[in-house]
C-alpha cells in the first residue's frame, strides 16, 4: 500500500525557516518523480515544486510564489522528500502536501497524496 | 487568478447530470494532458480523472472527462450526494514550465 506522510509543520514568523520532510512507502520511490502542492485555508490548490528521479538528475522546477526561497530535495536511500522554507511570509500558510507524480505516456499525474502538515506562518 | 478558469460553484439534484467547465490556453490544455482531482470535505485531494479522459481503478463510471481545443469538462452523471465536493482541473503549462491548477468548483448536491 503506497503511503505518504509529511512531517514538520508549525507555526514560524515571518522571516523564518523551517524544513518539512514526506515519508514513502509502498512503492519503488526512487523511480518517481515527487511533488508538492499546498492548500491555504479556505482556498484552492497551489503546486509549489517538483524533484524529478536519478534518471533526469534529480533536477527541480518551482512556483514564481516560491524560487529562490524553496528548496526541494530527497534521499532516495531512506525514501524521503524534503521541502527547505526559508524567508517565510504569512502568504505562505497552508497544509502542505506531498504527491507522488505518476508517469503515464509522457505526462503525469499526482495518483497519491499525502494527507498534509500545517504551516502557519504568523507573529 | 488562476491559469486555468473553472466556475467557483455548480448544483444539482440526486440523478442528474452535471458538467463542470476548465478553461485554459494553448501552452496548458491546448497541449497537454488534463487530469481531475476530488477533495471531500476535510480530506486530501483524490485522483478522479488522468490523462484527459481516464478513471484510475475504482472511480465509478459516473465521472468522465473530455477535452476540446483549450477547454475540457468533467461530468458526473447519477449525481449522488456522496458527490459532494471540490474538483480541481490541472494540467502543466509549458511557457511557466510549472503545474497549473484551475481554482476549484464547489459541487453541491440539492
Known amino acids: 500500500e503506497v503511503q505518504l506522510v509529511e512531517s514538520g509543520g508549525g507555526l514560524v514568523q515571518p522571516g523564518g525557516s523551517l524544513r518539512l520532510s514526506c515519508a514513502a512507502s509502498?512503492?519503488?520511490?526512487?523511480?518517481?518523480?515527487m511533488d508538492w502542492v499546498r492548500q491555504a485555508p479556505g482556498k484552492g490548490l497551489e503546486w509549489v515544486g517538483r524533484?524529478?528521479?536519478?534518471?533526469?538528475?534529480?533536477?527541480?522546477d518551482y512556483a514564481a510564489s516560491v524560487k529562490g526561497r524553496f528548496t526541494i530535495s530527497r534521499d532516495d536511500s531512506t525514501n524521503s522528500l524534503f521541502l527547505q522554507m526559508n524567508s517565510l511570509k504569512t502568504e505562505d500558510t497552508a497544509v502542505y502536501h506531498c504527491v507522488r507524480a505518476k508517469s503515464d505516456s509522457g505526462s503525469r499525474h499526482f495518483d497519491y497524496w499525502g494527507q498534509g502538515t500545517l504551516v502557519t506562518v504568523s507573529s | 487568478q488562476s491559469v486555468l478558469t473553472q466556475p467557483p460553484s455548480a448544483s444539482g439534484t440526486p440523478g442528474q447530470r452535471v458538467t463542470i467547465s476548465c478553461s485554459g490556453s494553448s501552452s496548458n490544455i491546448g497541449t497537454k494532458i488534463v487530469n481531475w482531482y476530488q477533495q471531500l470535505p476535510g480530506t486530501a485531494p483524490k485522483l478522479l480523472i488522468y490523462s484527459d479522459n481516464q478513471r484510475p481503478s475504482g472511480v465509478p463510471d459516473r465521472f468522465s472527462g473530455s477535452k476540446s481545443g483549450t477547454s475540457a469538462s468533467l461530468a458526473i452523471s447519477g449525481l449522488q450526494s456522496e458527490d459532494e465536493a471540490d474538483y480541481y482541473c490541472a494540467a502543466w503549462d509549458d511557457s511557466l514550465n510549472v503545474v497549473v491548477f484551475g481554482g476549484g468548483t464547489k459541487l453541491t448536491v440539492l
Open positions: 524533484s524529478r528521479d536519478k534518471g533526469k538528475r534529480y533536477t527541480t
Open positions: 509502498g512503492f519503488t520511490f526512487s523511480d518517481h518523480y
